[in-house]
């Protein structure tokens, strides 16, 4: 494991996976249901990649295809440059981390995560050898004699990672595996995930629906919905530039506005006559009628009337949330906004004056 | 035929009971079923430890009926042919209920599956002295076109009767068995083969083993296909001591009815055991 700590970062832009144009349906007839629908993504070596997107999106069809728990109707799969997407299970060099962890009742801690390279005929001193190994690398070394159903949530989930890195797999698989943890346990599972995956190397390939835990673990995201990719990217750039209505709506708290662009120009106009640098998708040039999204964060209250005040409006509801308020906004165009600001003078009724950041981002529908 | 209930599943909603105790006349009720049920095996009980021939009158305590059971040369042979019969029945139809289980719990829901189920319960459903009198007279033909005779007959017989009553424990349990299991060990690059010793066959074996005791008992007390499709010298224990209470009811038979309700008992308390542990 050592040897691949220090290799990382030398390979990090080689391709681990490449899907290209991958079809997978359900059911016959009336009730056939397109999970994937001709999706193409590069996952690179030694990332953190996650599938982001809502139930139903086809995230956990994409990575049970690459699992090889379901076979593709449609397109290649990719891994390290050789065709997966039509052998068994037990033919890719892959392992999963179950939502339900799925360890076997019937064998202790130790046995299940020597389950791998048992069944790849490794000699018993190897098999021995990496199961202290992946149990120190978990904190597990005083329970492997237990039985799996004497483990506490954290503990399976534990082992279920122990179990999948063990023989030590090109790509690590995560089906949503922290769901069923409570908060506090999850905040400390996203940490340690981040530092296995430093340590071993591994990729992981990272299922999940919740947009914090995406923007919390990942090198770069995909954000997925009705069976296709909208966007793959940082996560800052997921969050900061979201190019599709869909993405900016599902990550984070975002205002929508309308605003008119007129070709060739880079600045839109937002309704009440306030101009403003428009950031394009790329390769798209739209005119007319645009939805443009500001965070809550990026904007601020100030006096209404003042110069930097681009929009007006009424404070409907103030909402406190801890580490600051999110303020409810009528604009006067009639539309409702929230402003975040980390506290106050304001009161429900108040007319106030917005400013907005240097620019906003055009979504694509 | 006693058939043992092979449903253990408590899913008698909790406060509908309570409700239902409260109804005057349940206590009685509930009692009377106990008493006429078990009053009369444990009048047998107690008789079959009775020094006197008789079997009203209590004289002494005694294991002279035993004694004398085991040394009856025809209970003898009547018991080595039950376990014959209900050894091999249990083995065949353990197999092929095991088959049957995993072929409708590990594949795709199909068309016709109803049916399927329909088919492998069918000794359940229909009445067993039809099903006597039909193997009679196929067998009959069988016998009559090949020439070939014996006891295997009748073990096939009670193989067919067995293979629902192993069957539907050995399903149960596959049904709450988690399919990502067996998935989750082809991930971890066990093969087909591997992945059913060493994940589904260990998971499932206390249903297997619950069938099969299931089965042992069925077969070792069934009468009607017995008495029908079973040759001379193929007497099993129930046929003889049916055979035997033509001619009045001797305490030997209490001893030896005692015995296989031993048997019984503790087979299906095993049964309700393995199937209760569940996890």
Known sequence: MAQNGVSQGADTHKNMILAEGVVKTFGQGEHMVTALDNVSVTIRQNEFFTLLGPSGCGKTTLLRLIAGFDLPDRGNILLDGQEIGHLPPYKRPVNTVFQNYALFPHMSVARNIGFGLEMQGRPAKEISEATDRMLALVQMEHLADRQTDQLSGGQQQRVALARALAPHPKVLLLDEPLSALDLKLRKEMQIELKRLQHETGITFVFVTHDQEEALTMSDRIAVMSAGDILQVGPPKEI????????????????????????????????????????????????????????????????????????????????????????????????????????????EVGALVGITLPDAVQVLVD | MAKPDTAPRSTAPRPKMKNLRKQPGFDTMAWACLVFLYAPIIVLIIFSFNDNRSVVLWTEFSFRWYTAAFENEGIRKATMVSLKVAGVATVFATIFATMAALATTRNPPFKGQALVYAIINQPLMVPEIVTAVATLAFFSIIKQLTGINGIGYLMLAHTVFCVPFAYMPIRARLEDMNLTLEQAAADLYATPVQVFRKVTLPLMAPGIVAGAMLAFVVSLDDVIITLLVGGPGETTLPIYILGQIRRGITPEINAVSTLLLVLSVVLVSLFFFLGNRKK
Do not use: K
């Open chain 1, 239 to 346: 969050y900061n530039n979201p190019a599709r209505r869909f993405v900016a709506d599902f990550i984070g708290d975002i205002n929508i506005l309308e605003a008119d662009l007129t070709s060739g120009d880079t600045q839109a106009t937002l309704p009440g006559g306030a101009r403003i640098n428009a950031i394009l998708p790329n390769s798209w040039a739209p005119t007319g009628r645009v939805n443009v999204a500001i965070r809550p964060e990026d904007m601020a209250l100030t006096q209404p009337g003042a110069d930097n005040a681009a929009l007006h409006g009424t404070v409907q509801n103030i909402v406190y949330f801890g580490s600051g308020h999110n303020v409810h906004v009528a604009l006067d165009s009639g539309l409702d906004i929230i402003v975040r600001c980390a506290g106050t003078s304001h």
